[in-house]
């Protein structure tokens, strides 16, 4: 259950004598080792006043795509819309960034701070279509806990 794991992600988030930077990339960690269908998970922020974002902590295998411009990909579409993006089967989609030929879906859920999409919690799964309103959920909740500690 994922909701199982809210605890231990509020316990990584609150630990002051981390950085934020070690505090996100643990969180990364544990989603990756805890959730099956979780290959990747990272966060990308916007980058200072520029229509672009930054790759921020991961845990996975190490991506080119460490900028990624506004609209371009399911990231950089989501860094506009403000909205969940889930997709069952990335080889569906035009507008899409491969960072790993194995993987077959993806989900960005976009981080809020006082009202600003500010970035996201992407993840990629090599399994197709393993993502449910549960994900989004717990994302959701992911993200908030993340934006109060920024
Ligand atoms: N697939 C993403 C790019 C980021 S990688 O998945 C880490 C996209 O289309 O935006």
Known sequence: MLAALKP?????????????ENRLEAVCHLLRDAIDYYDWVGFYFKNGNKEELKLGPYAG??????????GKGICGQ????????????????DNYIACSITVKSEIVIPMF??????????????TPDPFSEDDERFLEFVNQKVSQIL
């Open 8 to 20: 231990e992600v509020t316990t990584i988030l609150s630990d002051n004598k981390k950085s934020v």
């Open 61 to 70: 295998e190490p991506t080119d795509h460490t900028i990624i411009p506004f």
């Open 78 to 93: 989501v860094a506009v819309s403000n909205e969940n993006f889930v997709v069952p089967d990335v080889a569906a989609q």
């Open 113 to 126: 701070k006082d009202g600003e999409n500010i970035g996201q919690i992407d993840i990629d799964s090599n």
